[in-house]
């Protein structure tokens, strides 16, 4: 018994030693969204090479994944990541309001801070049996549509701002723009929880004939389904969907890591980090990439939350908060 | 830390026991009994305090809004009514198999023993996904059944369906060794004295096993309540029709709505202990009887 405690403690004491040794090298934690998973895959050995080509310097990246509110909370609550890399900016609205991250989060880095960005469009069987062309498609008697629930993902918040956007872009008023989004939703058999489950219960339950998702989506779905079994449907409106970036400015104070966060966020913008986020079907914000990967985003008109909601914290109050127009669309006596 | 309660507990109490001459046979009692409360306290009651304090964020007519909102009243039904109603499903089906696994020996009885602990290991969201599958209008099981109009997945039978599958395992094990103690002979005496088969049952053997079949009753019912895992890939998630309310809580945990959450969630936790509590007095009200 005594041997064991003293093989324990010897243990904990050379566990003790090695991590001293390895702190040499500075370890960055990027908090992000679940569906990232891929991307950051490719992103951080191409960073590593890259900064230490720069500076001469090693460093390590660390991922956390979750669903995007979830992984603000856990920030929120002390996971000491370094930069949170999101799918929605209220959920860095959030951790710059406690503080967390910076006020003008924002302004830190170019275009609103986020260095990629995706749309909505819909995913049909393969041949469109249906003929879906556009959001008016999505309201007709027989057509049934999976698409995630606002309540529970911001995948569903943007497919529903950007139906209501449609119909706003076509000089509808607020009142048939709620008539149009309640009709879509009537026809919605099953709310998935997130954007994964969602595609799941499209695709493997074979539930529903369209399917609104990320853009950014229809690559994995295309590896992990095999190509030709869904096709891609452009609107003629969508949203844009900012993927919004920010350092923790709690955690770099602690450990002392402004300077590597900041070149790992900057790396997003360089030719490189577009291109990789190409190739993973984020739409880049570099003209030049965006030239070279013109076959894989087609031109759609896009507008942008702010344009027609203000922010995404304020559609987020009038739409999807308990009461909002959201519920209204549930509640009973609207059947 | 962990020693300071306890031990102040039992120097204190000590020579007040020993002078009422209330000697234990077994020694440490006021050690083990502050051991007890302490762990309890750890490990229950100061989580749960947290949630209390996080609602207390709330005015008295926020809480009452957060609480009773229509989709939230929906999802206690669909919650509770659903729970009670695996749970009763398995306390008939799960007494079955105990008295099976008891009563009869047969080969492969072994694997059919381990397979009831299956719910118990296996992750909730696997179960979900595999259940999903099965009865999903293109699964196994959903294909025969979706062209004569039932429909099992993503509706509140499918949440019946994964509750009853997560809470089957209490039921049995609770049963299981209260009915391997019965005796033999208290039936063979039951028979002889001209009792028939229900009679014998109904008088002789219900009554003894009665307390653990409303215990494992309690416990599939408790853990179907706060089940959120295999629920959420089979419910479909439609607001009043199959949200359930540990999702309503993550809806409002994604709104960043802590004190609406904790609400909710406090409300479930009140009306799971009220409920618990009734269970345990009916229990104890049989004991009471059944020993007279």
Same mark, same amino acid.
């Given at each position: 018994?005594?041997?064991?405690?003293?093989?324990?403690?010897?243990?904990?004491?050379?566990?003790?030693?090695?991590?001293?040794?390895?702190?040499?090298?500075? #370890?960055?934690?990027?908090?992000?969204?679940?569906?990232?998973?891929?991307?950051?895959?490719?992103?951080?050995?191409?960073?590593?090479?890259?900064?230490?080509?720069?500076?001469?310097?090693?460093?390590?990246?660390?991922?956390?994944?979750?669903?995007?509110?979830?992984?603000?909370?856990?920030?929120?609550?002390?996971?000491?990541?370094?930069?949170?890399?999101?799918?929605?900016?209220?959920?860095?609205?959030?951790?710059?309001?406690?503080?967390?991250?910076?006020?003008?989060?924002?302004?830190?880095?170019?275009?609103?801070?986020?260095? #990629?960005?995706? #749309?909505?469009?819909?995913?049909?069987?393969?041949?469109?049996?249906?003929?879906?062309?556009?959001?008016?498609?999505?309201?007709?008697?027989?057509?049934?549509?999976?698409?995630?629930?606002?309540?529970?993902?911001?995948?569903?918040?943007?497919?529903?701002?950007?139906?209501?956007?449609?119909?706003?872009?076509?000089?509808?008023?607020?009142?048939?723009?709620?008539?149009?989004?309640?009709?879509?939703?009537?026809?919605?058999?099953?709310?998935?929880?997130?954007?994964?489950?969602?595609?799941?219960?499209?695709?493997?339950?074979?539930?529903?004939?369209?399917?609104? #998702?990320?853009?950014?989506?229809?690559?994995?779905?295309?590896?992990?389904?095999?190509?030709?079994?869904?096709?891609?449907?452009?609107?003629?409106?969508?949203?844009?969907?900012?993927?919004?970036?920010?350092?923790?400015?709690?955690?770099?104070?602690?450990?002392?890591?402004?300077?590597?966060?900041?070149?790992?966020?900057?790396?997003?913008?360089?030719?490189?980090?577009?291109?990789?986020?190409?190739?993973?079907?984020?739409?880049?914000?570099?003209? %030049?990439?965006?030239?070279?990967?013109? %076959?894989?985003?087609?031109?759609?008109?896009?507008?942008?939350?702010?344009?027609?909601?203000?922010?995404?914290?304020?559609?987020?109050?009038?739409?999807?908060?308990?009461?909002?127009?959201?519920?209204?669309?549930?509640?009973?006596?609207?059947? | 830390?962990?020693?300071?309660?306890?031990?102040?507990?039992?120097?204190?109490?000590?020579?007040?026991?020993?002078?009422?001459?209330?000697?234990?046979?077994?020694?440490?009692?006021?050690?083990?009994?502050?051991?007890?409360?302490?762990?309890?306290?750890?490990?229950?009651?100061?989580?749960?305090?947290?949630?209390?304090?996080?609602?207390?964020?709330?005015?008295?007519?926020?809480?009452?809004?957060?609480?009773?909102?229509?989709?939230?009243?929906?999802?206690?039904?669909?919650?509770?009514?659903?729970?009670?109603?695996?749970?009763?499903?398995?306390?008939?089906?799960?007494?079955?198999?105990?008295?099976?696994?008891?009563?009869?020996?047969?080969?492969?009885?072994?694997?059919?023993?381990?397979?009831?602990?299956?719910?118990?290991?296996?992750?909730?969201?696997?179960?979900?996904?595999?259940?999903?599958?099965?009865?999903?209008?293109?699964?196994?099981?959903?294909?025969?059944?979706?062209?004569?109009?039932?429909?099992?997945?993503?509706?509140?039978?499918?949440?019946?369906?994964?509750?009853?599958?997560?809470?089957?395992?209490?039921?049995?094990?609770?049963?299981?060794?209260?009915?391997?103690?019965?005796?033999?002979?208290?039936?063979?005496?039951?028979?002889?004295?001209?009792?028939?088969?229900?009679?014998?049952?109904?008088?002789?053997?219900?009554?003894?096993?009665?307390?653990?079949?409303?215990?494992?009753?309690?416990?599939?019912?408790?853990?179907?309540?706060?089940?959120?895992?295999?629920?959420?890939?089979?419910?479909?998630?439609?607001?009043?029709?199959?949200?359930?309310?540990?999702?309503?809580?993550?809806?409002?945990?994604?709104?960043?709505?802590?004190?609406?959450?904790?609400?909710?969630?406090?409300?479930?936790?009140?009306?799971?202990?009220?409920?618990?509590?009734?269970?345990?007095?009916?229990?104890?009200?049989?004991?009471?009887?059944?020993?007279?």
């Amino acid at each position: 018994m005594t041997s064991r405690i003293k093989t324990i403690l010897a243990a904990v004491v050379f566990a003790a030693a090695a991590s001293g040794a390895i702190a040499q090298t500075t #370890t960055l934690l990027n908090a992000s969204y679940d569906v990232a998973r891929e991307f950051y895959k490719d992103i951080n050995p191409a960073f590593i090479a890259s900064y230490k080509k720069a500076t001469g310097k090693d460093v390590k990246i660390d991922q956390a994944h979750g669903g995007s509110s979830a992984q603000a909370r856990a920030v929120a609550d002390g996971l000491d990541a370094d930069v949170v890399t999101m799918n929605t900016t209220t959920d860095v609205d959030f951790l710059a309001g406690i503080g967390v991250v910076a006020k003008d989060w924002q302004k830190r880095f170019p275009d609103n801070a986020s260095p #990629t960005t995706s #749309t909505m469009l819909f995913l049909v069987r393969n041949g469109n049996p249906k003929g879906i062309k556009d959001w008016e498609d999505l309201t007709k008697p027989g057509v049934q549509v999976i698409v995630v629930n606002p309540k529970t993902g911001g995948n569903g918040r943007y497919a529903y701002l950007a139906a209501w956007g449609y119909v706003k872009k076509k000089g509808g008023t607020d009142a048939q723009a709620a008539e149009f989004v309640g009709k879509l939703f009537k026809n919605v058999p099953v709310l998935g929880k997130g954007g994964r489950d969602a595609t799941t219960i499209f695709l493997q339950r074979n539930i529903g004939d369209v399917l609104i #998702t990320f853009e950014s989506e229809v690559l994995s779905i295309d590896r992990e389904f095999g190509a030709g079994k869904v096709d891609a449907v452009y609107p003629s409106i969508s949203v844009l969907a900012e993927n919004p970036v920010a350092i923790v400015e709690r955690t770099v104070a602690k450990k002392g890591t402004a300077d590597v966060a900041k070149a790992y966020l900057d790396f997003l913008y360089s030719e490189e980090g577009q291109e990789i986020a190409a190739k993973h079907a984020l739409r880049p914000r570099s003209p %030049a990439v965006l030239k070279k990967y013109a %076959a894989t985003f087609k031109p759609v008109q896009l507008f942008t939350v702010a344009e027609l909601f203000g922010s995404l914290g304020e559609a987020q109050k009038v739409h999807f908060n308990d009461g909002g127009q959201f519920d209204k669309l549930y509640t009973p006596g609207t059947k | 830390m962990s020693g300071a309660p306890s031990s102040a507990l039992s120097s204190a109490a000590a020579p007040v026991s020993r002078a009422r001459g209330t000697r234990r046979v077994l020694p440490g009692f006021n050690l083990t009994l502050g051991y007890t409360v302490f762990y309890l306290c750890l490990i229950v009651l100061i989580p749960l305090s947290a949630l209390v304090f996080k609602t207390f964020t709330l005015t008295w007519d926020q809480f009452w809004v957060a609480v009773t909102a229509p989709r939230v009243m929906a999802s206690y039904r669909l919650t509770f009514g659903a729970s009670f109603i695996a749970a009763l499903v398995n306390l008939v089906f799960g007494l079955l198999v105990a008295w099976v696994l008891v009563r009869y020996k047969f080969p492969g009885k072994k694997i059919v023993d381990a397979l009831v602990d299956l719910p118990f290991a296996l992750p909730t969201a696997v179960a979900g996904i595999s259940l999903t599958a099965l009865l999903a209008g293109n699964g196994w099981i959903g294909q025969y059944l979706e062209p004569h109009g039932i429909k099992l997945a993503f509706t509140p039978a499918g949440i019946v369906i994964a509750l009853i599958f997560i809470g089957l395992p209490f039921v049995v094990r609770t049963v299981q060794p209260v009915l391997e103690d019965t005796e033999k002979e208290l039936e063979e005496a039951a028979t002889s004295l001209g009792a028939t088969r229900l009679q014998t049952f109904t008088r002789v053997i219900l009554p003894s096993i009665l307390p653990a079949l409303l215990t494992g009753f309690a416990m599939a019912f408790a853990r179907a309540v706060g089940e959120y895992g295999s629920v959420i890939f089979i419910a479909g998630n439609m607001p009043m029709i199959s949200e359930i309310t540990p999702l309503i809580i993550i809806g409002k945990l994604e709104q960043y709505d802590y004190a609406g959450a904790t609400a909710v969630a406090l409300v479930m936790l009140v009306i799971s202990f009220l409920l618990l509590l009734v269970i345990n007095a009916l229990q104890g009200w049989q004991r009471r009887r059944s020993a007279t």
